[in-house]
């Protein structure tokens, strides 16, 4: 409730492409273009998506294979 889809899209898309790639820049980037119509409010929400994914992939064990 109160939060529109497309906002939730960029969101998660902001959080997974940092996640998997680690690259959070390029995360929110790809978000914003991805999402550009949905007006200038998801910008901030990409943004602390991505900084919340990558210091939680940082803080996380490494993963053994």
């Known amino acids: 409730p109160g939060f529109p ?4 899209v960029a969101v998660g898309m902001s959080a ?6 680690g690259l959070p820049l ?3 980037v790809i978000a ?3 999402t550009a119509h949905s007006g200038d ?6 943004i602390v998506a991505a900084v919340v994914a ?3 992939n ?3 064990p490494p993963h053994d294979k």
């Not at 997974?16 to 790639?21: K, Y």
């Not at 409010?41 to 990409?46: E, F, Q, V, Y």
């Open 5 to 8: 889809i497309t906002a939730a």
């Open 32 to 34: 914003t273009v991805l």
């Open 16 to 21: 997974g492409v940092t996640a998997i790639l």
């Open 26 to 28: 390029s995360a929110v």
């Open 54 to 56: 990558y210091i939680v």
């Open 58 to 60: 940082l803080m996380l």
């Open 41 to 46: 409010a998801t910008g901030p929400l990409s």
